[in-house]
């Protein structure tokens, strides 16, 4: 119970920061947290039936539950290209606008 | 309190009140899937990891998308900073006085000499990763990054000069564009021999059930290293 | 070849083609690149008409290709479906891709980048749609998301950036929540597959009952965003208007509308799916009519077009979510699914027709304010466009999308405003919600076509004849292509929804006894309409009504917004379902 609702902590905290921060490096760091809160819970969540890896060696038994393993092997991949590509973005945008603030980058953006 | 902090307190508020419920849910967990794997897995893919008989096997589909959104990303990183111009002026150079680099920024000539020694095994490892993911821990993918990083290990050990072709972004576009392709055409071959789309072509043909995801997993960790290495790479700043 | 075989096609082609594009980026230089390229564009975006041929036969009288990918057990493995409704979405997703690439030849952006990532777009739109697996169905959407971020910063403007990285936040978010609900239905399943997830899911009760419930309205919420229907719309905006024109034809043609239609196999599994189409059928004639005042309110040309995609989506989704409330499997929910697909289909038409000729128009003069740009007809003739076919263009697609006779808005409108009125929960209402809309519609096409009104053309007598004849001829094709498409679509509409309707019940089903698309009265009400839209364009131009719209259109917007709406419409709808699950 105690780790679930520490995840949803930080889950809230990402969701926080997206909400707040101006800095959109801070954002990106924050879209990172919600990601890795729900591929955490699915993997914990998917290890209470078992108390072994999943590589079926000679007399392994009781295994947990593989399936979300290996969906959550997607879903870091896909969080990494998307903080890949958020990234070059937010450099693109300091270079024309000079700041990281989402604000000042609105303003500077619609000026020109 | 200013206003937009009483937007985001209030959705905040809104959306913990909604994804609670699905965080603190106890609901016993499923046990059909892995059940079923247990008993079956190892028989119907060959590989003993079942993390990886999935992620090759049963759910192929998925990881080909996965490593298209790699493919896309990677290209559209490259496309974004070359269109943002050169790399930011450095005013923390660890450049030493003299050097002629372009891509000096925070270089010393400890870095250079342990990068350029450890690239090497760094790949070799990469490799043992790729070809064990059927039975141990790893598989193409974390192989690749791993084949990645023996690539920005090299990259940052070759003082400013192409020591070696693998960190020339010509050469890795190549490899990963020919990694892409036979990616394809391995999962339609099964297709054209009757077997259906990413079904086991060689199923007939080899003695090792898992031949299918051993190749598979050559393929995507040629085209991970590649992928990700030229994205470093070009992140670095080198020409 | 196989049906399955078949079926897969259009994912696969464009994946090839776009594996080779790659392969002449990185292995040829010159003339060899460019032929390479060509030759992958032709595999990935042209080719498969032939298995779509092929496949029309198998799929029109109501059946399915099936399976499971790659034969493994079906409780891992993931399930796909290939049936009429995936047919036509790659009908419409390859009509306009076509099209779209071929004005790229002129507008731009051009190069092997930007048309490999074309084709994987393409390729995802055609994964997403028959998938039967919800977490391939991420994956899809996920595919399809990264490819329009980059297709969408390919623009030179700086604004274009920011747009990007809006869009990417606010959908990667919202797909952190889809994962989230995802989830939970495995949770309570075990299951991935729709079928499996139906099955796993069929009584349930208390707490469980109130997770699924809101797994189920995170998935919503997460496709709405994508759908950008009110009050999720904020990203599509800038994205759509500051895209290269050949992405913004396709994002708002096509890009919009697949997740939606994806998202009705999911909300079928549910008893509790029902409700949900009825409260994004709300949505919808809110958003048709809200977006099309603020379409009017705009002085960019192609931001103006922007918001009537979110306008005449919110025609779409008001009447796809009334299928869904009445069951998509009875003969009402048949009939008004047909009729959101039909107005689907002939939006992306006269849209990317829109986005097109406003294009290659504002490109040619270099401005896109519409209270500035004046002349447009000759600063067209003198680029090159002799014949000023973007100016026919816009005429057709201006004239379709105001629902004028005989062009296909008319009667695709015509078949949705009937059909809710008839069938629909409170439908009267949704009926004047969407006919309002249509006058504002008018209206605000009247205002965008003074771009071509003679006069004060001087300002640009000078520009540099920066096009030949010869470079503005992929455009003109594909514009008279669209042009004739708006046309056809209009006079065979009667043809086309028995098809529509017999691909997706399996039999073809007519509107009604005695209903006539051209009947007298169906042209009145567009006559009316037009008329009205007259009156709100006399009303939008005078004193008063230009400072109000001022207003409109400079109202604060932040990205803050984005999310707050996001937590608001996520809020709603999870309320929403809970309400009508309990009480």
Redesign the interface.
Known sequence: MIERLLLFLLFLLGFWGILAKHNIIKKIISLNLINSAVVILFVLEGSRIGNKAPILEEGIAGIVDPVPQALMLTAIVIGVCVTALSLALAYRLYKAAGTFNIEDIRKEVSRK | MKKSAVGSVFALLLISAVVLPVFLSSYQWPVTARDHLELKGVEESGATNLVSAIYLGYRAYDTLGETIVLLVAVTGTIGILKKAGAVLEDRHSFALPGEMRRANYMRTHLLEAVTSKLGPIVLLFGFYVMLYGHLSPGGGFQGGVVVASGIVFLALGSSGNASSALIRQDMLGRIEAVAFLMLLILSISGIFTGEGFLDNPLKHYSSLPAAFIIVLNIIIGLKVGAGIGVMCIIMLGKE | ??P??LA?APV?LP??GA??V??A???FRGRGAVIAEYTGVFTGLYLPWLALIFLFPVVINGSAVT?V?????S????SYRFDGLAWMVNVLGYTLGGAAWLHSLSSGPKGP?FS??FL?QT??LG?AIMTADL??L???L??LG??S??LV??S?K??A??A??SY??VS??AM??F???L??L???????SYEGIAA?SGHLEG??L??AV??L??LVGAIAIRVAVMPLYGWLPDAHALAPHAVSAVLSGVLIKTPLFALSRILILFPIGKEAGQLMSYAGAATALLAVIIALSQKDAKRLLAYHSISQIGYIVCTWGAAVAVGIGTKAGTLLMAAAFLHALFHAVFKGLLFLSIGSSVDAAGERDVYKLRGAVSILKRSGDKAAIAFFGFLVGALSISAIPPFNGFTSKTAMTYLLKYYGQSGTVLYWMLTVAGAGTAASFIKLSRIYWPGKDEAYRDLPDRKGALAVLPASVSILFLSLLCIAGGIFTPLIFRTVTALLSGSPLSMGEGFSFFSAGNLMKSLYTAGAGIFVFLLATGRRGGALLTKVRERPR????L??S???A??AM?GWLLYHAFL
């Open positions: 070849m196989s399955e075989g897969f696969l994946l090839l594996a080779i790659f392969l980026k990185a292995f399976g990918i790659g034969h493994w057990n409780g891992v493995g993931i980048s490999a990532i994987i390729a995802a994964a977490f391939n991420f994956v899809s996920e595919v990264i490819s971020y980059i910063s390919s030179e700086p604004g950036a920011l990007s990285f990417l936040m990667s978010t952190v929540f994962l989230l609900g989830f939970g495995y949770r309570i399943t075990g299951s991935l796993g707490n469980t109130a997770t809101i797994s309205s995170l932040s990205f803050q917004g999310f707050v996001y937590a608001l996520a809020a999870a």
